[in-house]
């Protein structure tokens, strides 16, 4: 089951940049790529725990602020040799509102 | 179920073999023992850490991640006390632990020799950290070292602790240094060699005792003579750790006896590493003993290996000497000697033949061909064909040309490149040709140079060899993936084609990839902020988080918050908004920068915008400490009160940063100006620095006391006030003009040539017209972006916050 809440307009989040979206277990960075497109990814480097949402924005793919790990929005994925994964979620941009998958909080608080 | 697997001892052997099982998807319940307590490092880069050249966290395998996320109990600091082999069970003070399967991976203790006074405060041997800890301690400048034994261990202690000032003194028992790895005449050379480096030489030197009261003060040897001593290094040899073993009534012949797959007397119990005895031999190497841990791995897993000991070549890390061994060098009957002599550039090199076949090799002074020579041994093969000009390597081999590539490019596939990880030279080439075109990238793929590094330059030289052209094409090489341009041609571009914006770049430039990529977005936005100052609009999202957010990011994703102090001057109405500020935003650290300033750490992201308003209220903008731009102005205090100042050094200085504050540049610039020659302020070393002198001022650039250090060049001589700021200006335009992003004035000016630059600052109209330039950037650009920001907090903040719904 899906439950998307609606989290912010589509405007508030710049384009080739990230907001984030606070959570009890973590921050979810939501991104907005130069054709508005959006993604939501774990705010979090699985290498040194950089904010991704501070990271450069090109094409689909954010490069990490702190040690220049790239990331696929798509997939989570790193694209260099290290296998690193970062946990993504459902987000969709709708009528100029992002709504953000909540599946996984329910999931958390049952538990 | 899965099966129970305890590993005593988390030392290199040990640690390598659980990678290969957690590598092969292996599912074991592991139990790690380790008497220090830690996990595992690279015992072989001890040296450079006591040398200095490493910290200790550059030399850690796997950090208490990995084993967290391999599911590794860690049981540090807790030794194992008894392995009861009838109940499978291992016994620390803690308790027991159950095994289906046991590791004993406890390593070698160092050998004490039995001279009294061994056991006195100050005597250490060299093992682990606490021994490179005391060492690093001892080694103050001026500090007297004696170091017993000169062997690899003793030599790299005694070269450590003297790179740190320590006036150290090796004794060795035997007529010549490391004398089981170099014939005489090579350790001849390498005790030339560490005398040259102040570290005094004893060869048939025997300890007769240590002596002092409390601690230990000096070493008296046999023949009488009395070396004083604050510390003593003992490093005469190791023996395998058995103890445990022994207790337990395995079969221990020197070492623990263990078969070709690694498994010891009792059929649930393996062991590896300096600790183990396998056909009569022990080992301390490093390479023998991650081949064991591949075979236990293996073993371990089910499969099929088994064990056999490989020739091992030995290299010294000591920086600055160059001496390779390997193989058997020893005088026998039937062999026969190539000796090549060069005094003057102090090399050596001695091969070792028996029959037709290359038995042994000695290298001193120059050892680039040790590889090729290595595998000469190894393979067994003749070498009758090229005994005339073997000594001289692998390039006079076949009429080859004298390349230095050719040695490497003669090496066969197997050859072994890293000994540290066994890779060989058909590892590294198949990565290279599945794409890995940097050192690190090949490192990261393969583990080659990734461990001692000395295998480094071969590495390298297999790049070029694979890569070719491309390779050698990297000495200007284009901006980043995304494009074929290199710095300088989208510099040129920008400007013939009129291009005004980043996606007119990428698309009349052809770049390659959507959106550009982290290395060229900010570059290009820099070329266009300079390049068109009044026609494009800064791109914020093409920017770095710390120009971006107008703070540097720290690791904990926390800023730090430097306000402008003009020239490094204060007042006591900043300093108390400074105060407030710190305590209102709770701020953990408030320190005071190199460039005259004060940073506070630890500021929250949503705080940023109030702590910006509330240092506006109080006058002061953002220091741009996060800026590729201008940074600082150090002063000295200059006529006002130095009793030499010769011109109002304080006040130029604070007039030159109001000028300047708020321009963006290529690289970060930093200035200097110092009130007479005494220099006070380091003008010297700053990118920019101006001295006063009685009859004017002296202005220098292109210094540097980063990665880099570099005095600062002479530029001009200016007379007053208004000629030094317009040539400082027009200066800085010209770098901002001219230079590739990120690189420093002291890069550009080199690539450039400071006789070009100072033509161009030299002539009064070229001079003028740079200066006005300058200014019509400074009019759209030198404003503060902390009050800009500060206007809008809510985009600082979260977008949502979810936390609440959780607990719905």
């Not at chain 2, 590598?23 to 319940?29: E, I, L, P, W």
Request: net charge negative.
């Amino acid at each position: 089951m899906t439950d998307f809440i609606d989290i912010a307009a589509l405007v508030d989040i710049p384009r080739q940049g990230a907001r984030v979206v606070k959570t009890a277990t973590g921050c979810i960075a939501v991104f907005r790529t130069a054709d508005d497109q959006v993604f939501a990814l774990q705010d979090r480097c699985p290498h040194k725990g950089g904010p991704l949402s501070e990271g450069i924005v090109h094409g689909t793919s954010v490069t990490c602020p702190l040690h220049a790990a790239v990331f696929d929005l798509n997939s989570g994925r790193a694209t260099g040799a290290d296998d690193w994964q970062v946990q993504t979620y459902a987000v969709r941009a709708e009528g100029g509102r992002v709504l953000l998958d909540a599946a996984f909080l329910a999931r958390r608080s049952a538990a | 179920m899965k099966q129970k697997l305890v590993v005593i001892g988390a030392g290199m052997a040990s640690g390598r073999m659980l990678e290969h099982i957690f590598d092969a998807g292996g599912t074991f319940d592991v139990t790690l023992f380790n008497a220090e307590p830690r996990g595992n490092y690279n015992r072989l880069m001890l040296s450079p850490v006591l040398s200095g050249e490493k910290t200790y966290d550059q030399i850690v395998t796997h950090g208490a991640d990995w084993y967290a996320a391999q599911g590794v109990d860690c049981r540090f600091g807790e030794p194992v006390v008894r392995i009861d082999r009838t109940s499978k069970v291992v016994y620390s003070n803690a308790g027991g632990v159950p095994y289906d399967a046991l590791v004993i991976a406890t390593g070698s203790a160092p050998f004490i020799i039995p001279v009294p006074g061994r056991d006195l405060k100050g005597v250490c041997t060299y093992r682990d950290l606490e021994d490179t800890n005391a060492m690093i301690a001892a080694s103050r400048p001026g500090a007297k070292a004696v170091v017993i034994g000169g062997g690899l261990l003793g030599l790299e202690a005694a070269a450590g602790m003297a790179a740190r000032g320590a006036e150290v003194t090796v004794i060795h028992l035997m007529g010549h240094l490391m004398e089981r790895q170099l014939d005489p005449a090579a350790g001849y050379l390498l005790q030339k060699d560490l005398e040259a480096r102040g570290i005094r030489v004893h060869c048939k030197g025997a300890t007769k005792a240590i002596l002092g009261t409390d601690r230990v003060e000096a070493v008296v040897l046999e023949d009488g003579t009395v070396y004083p001593a604050d510390l003593v290094c003992m490093a005469v040899g190791i023996r395998p750790e058995v103890r445990l073993a022994n207790d337990a009534h395995l079969d221990v012949g020197r070492g623990i006896t263990v078969n070709d797959q690694m498994r010891t007397s009792d059929p649930a119990i393996f062991a590896l590493g300096e600790c183990v005895e396998h056909d009569k031999q022990l080992f301390g190497l490093v390479a023998p003993l991650y081949d064991q841990a591949r075979v236990l791995a293996a073993t371990l897993l089910g499969q099929e290996a088994a064990f056999q000991p490989v020739q091992t070549a030995t290299k010294l890390k000591v920086t600055g000497v160059d001496l390779f061994s390997a193989g058997d060098f020893a005088d026998a009957p039937g062999r026969e000697d190539i000796v090549f002599r060069d005094p003057g550039r102090g090399v050596y090199k001695r091969l070792i033949l028996e029959g037709d076949c290359l038995l042994g090799a000695v290298m001193y002074g120059d050892t680039a061909d040790g590889a090729w020579f290595f595998d000469l041994i190894k393979q067994g093969k003749s070498v009758s064909g090229m005994r005339d000009t073997l000594i001289f390597g692998p390039a006079f081999q076949g009429g080859a040309s004298a390349n230095p590539l050719a040695a490497v490019a003669a090496l066969p596939p197997e050859a072994e490149i890293c000994g540290c990880n066994g890779i060989c030279k058909g590892r590294i080439v198949d990565a290279i040709t599945a794409g890995a075109d940097t050192l690190d990238q090949v490192r990261t793929v393969t583990k080659a140079s990734a461990s001692c590094g000395t295998c480094t330059g071969l590495v390298e030289q297999i790049m070029a060899l694979t890569l070719g052209d491309s390779f050698t094409a990297n000495a200007n090489p284009p901006m980043c993936k995304c494009t074929d341009h290199t710095h300088e041609d989208v510099r040129r571009l920008i400007k013939s084609m009129g291009l005004k914006s980043i996606p007119a770049v990428m698309q009349d430039l052809g770049w390659k990839t959507v959106g550009g990529c982290a290395s060229c977005r900010p570059a290009l936005n820099y070329y266009l902020i300079a390049d068109w100052p009044t026609d494009y609009v800064d791109d914020r999202q093409s920017r770095f988080v710390n120009e971006r957010n107008h703070a540097n990011i720290q690791k904990d994703g926390t800023y730090s918050v430097v306000p402008r102090m003009w020239g490094g001057v204060t007042n006591p109405a900043e300093l108390r908004a400074i105060a407030d500020a710190a305590d209102k935003y709770n701020v953990p650290m408030i320190k005071v920068t190199g460039g005259q300033r004060i940073d506070l750490l630890g500021v929250r992201k949503e705080d940023l915008p109030a702590i910006w308003s509330d240092f506006n209220a109080a006058g002061m903008v953002s220091g741009h400490a996060y800026a590729k731009g201008l940074r600082t102005v150090k002063t000295c205090v200059g006529t006002e009160f130095c009793r030499f100042g010769t011109q109002d050094s304080t006040g130029l200085g604070i007039r030159l940063e109001k000028l300047l504050w708020g321009s963006w540049t290529p690289a970060k610039v930093k200035l200097g100006v110092s009130g007479c020659p005494r220099n006070c302020a380091e003008a010297t070393c700053k990118d920019i620095g101006v001295v006063c002198v009685d009859s004017g001022y002296e202005i220098s650039v292109a210094g540097a006391a980063g990665m880099d250090v570099k005095e600062t060049e002479f530029l001009y001589k200016a007379t007053t006030e208004p000629e030094v700021m317009e040539v400082i200006a027009a200066f800085t335009q010209l770098y901002r003009e001219n230079a590739r992003y990120l690189h420093r004035i002291y890069k550009w000016v080199a690539k450039v040539g400071l006789d070009w630059c100072r033509a161009q600052i030299e002539d009064p109209a070229n001079r003028r017209a740079l200066y006005d330039r300058f200014m019509l950037s400074q009019s759209v650009y030198q404003v503060d972006p902390w009050a800009e920001h500060a206007a809008q907090p809510a985009q600082w903040a979260p977008i949502a916050d979810l936390t609440l719904r959780a607990a719905e």
